[in-house]
């Protein structure tokens, strides 16, 4: 039980074009879903947390119009990053959450900006 | 504000023995929960083990269990037995149910590796 899907897995788009990202919970309802970015053998860096139905809540020096966040169901959420640059190229990760403190996270989604 | 600290950047252990990660963290909370991630190469997170502050016995999963000290703050993993699989990061996280939306603080991991 508790796993989560994300799509895709790898995907590399040309510089100022829009990338979406799917984060669902495939046997669960996902009350909360977090998103993350990491790089190379870093920890993971809080993006934002999203609720169902309701506006994202990003981190300081996240920018909101950049990183678009919807979680129009409980079983979904997306993430899109618009006009994409060489310097949003990371690894993003999605997490979900239930009636419950723990998070069960995607396999992650590897961008490459070029 | 709440901190998460793993002192040890990389590690290594020989198949079959036995090792400790260490974590410590501090909070001013009082009911809040403790995990364990395991990030192998694929870089999928996978939750390891988990620990609620208001139990005193400590979690154990398998071949893996802590050591949870709340008055020292501190939560330690062993790993017992090690297998060549257990070659990967290991990140310690912290939340407490008083945080918007469980927001979890994660400690800047172990990389593990298991020697054959």
Partial sequence: GAVVSQHPSWVICKSGTSVKIECRSLDFQATTMFWYRQFPKQSLMLMATSNEGSKATYEQGVEKDKFLINHASLTLSTLTVTSAHPEDSSFYICSASGAWETQYFGPGTRLLVL | ?116
């Fill in chain 2, 1 to 116: 504000a709440q901190t998460v600290t793993q002192s040890q950047p990389e590690m290594s252990v020989q198949e079959a023995e036995t090792v400790t990660l260490s974590c410590t963290y501090d909070t001013s909370e009082n009911n809040y929960y403790l995990f364990w991630y395991k990030q192998p190469p694929s870089r999928q997170m996978i939750l390891v083990i988990r620990q609620e502050a208001y139990k005193q016995q400590n979690a154990t999963e398998n071949r893996f269990s802590v050591n949870f000290q709340k008055a020292a703050k501190s939560f330690s993993l062993k790993i017992s037995d090690s297998q060549l699989g257990d070659t990967a990061m290991y990140f310690c996280a912290f939340t407490s149910t008083f945080f918007r939306g469980n927001q979890f603080y994660f400690g800047t991991g172990t990389s593990l590796t298991v020697i054959p």
